[in-house]
C-alpha cells in the first residue's frame, strides 16, 4: 500500500478501480458519491502539489553561476 501512496498512484488507482467495481459493492447513489469525493481529492492533492512545484521554482535564492560565485539577481537586473 505504501507503495501506492509514495509514488502517487493511490487515488488514480482508487478511481479507476471504483469506476469499474464500485457498481458491484455499492448502490448507484453511494457509487457516485464515493467517485465523486475521490476525485474531488484527487484534484485537491493535485493542486497542492503543484502549487509546491511553482513554489519551489520561484525561489532562485543564492544561485551560482559557472565560475562558482554567488549571483544575485537584482545585481544581474541592474547590468
Known amino acids: 500500500m505504501t507503495v501506492f501512496y509514495s509514488s502517487g498512484c493511490l487515488l488514480p488507482f482508487l478511481i479507476v478501480f471504483n469506476l469499474i467495481f464500485g457498481r458491484l459493492f455499492f448502490n448507484t ?9 475521490l476525485i474531488l481529492l484527487f484534484m485537491l492533492y493535485s493542486y497542492i502539489f503543484s502549487r509546491r512545484i ?9 544561485v551560482i553561476d559557472v565560475e562558482g560565485e554567488i549571483v544575485k539577481e537584482k545585481e544581474v537586473l541592474k547590468k
Open 29 to 37: 447513489r453511494h457509487w457516485l458519491t464515493i467517485e465523486g469525493v
Open 54 to 62: 511553482i513554489n519551489s521554482v520561484r525561489r532562485k535564492d543564492n
